[in-house]
């Protein structure tokens, strides 16, 4: 009796779920306009890397991460460095790079810890 049970419940339940919610009816002549925008990066190579002076650190043990080129709003902008704590004892921080990728695009790959 119970497995009927359960059957019958989960029946319902699909029932309804499977029911549309909303019922929305529309002129025969509107038109719905959709825009996607899709960053697929830029085409032209970053500038070379500024030259930064920076003073001591903060705090012992801190590390400089340094600037980088950022692509936004299609221009290129400077980025500039900050002085972070690492994550642990002798972590070394590899910094990222722009790289060309797929179809001449160019594409940040990020720094990280080590």
Known sequence: MR????????AAFCAIAAAPAVTVSTPADARVVVGVGI????TVAPP???????????????VWR???????????VWVGGVWVAP???GAVWIPG??????????????????
């Open 3 to 10: 497995i009927i049970a359960k059957l019958a419940a989960s």
């Open 39 to 42: 960053n697929l990066g830029p």
């Open 48 to 62: 070379p890397v500024r030259v930064e002076r920076y003073g001591p650190p903060p705090r012992r043990g801190w």
């Open 66 to 76: 340094p600037g980088r080129w950022d692509w936004r709003g299609g221009r290129w």
């Open 87 to 89: 994550p642990r004892f």
């Open 97 to 114: 790079h722009w790289r060309v990728g797929p179809r001449g695009r160019w594409v940040w790959v990020e720094g990280h810890w080590r």
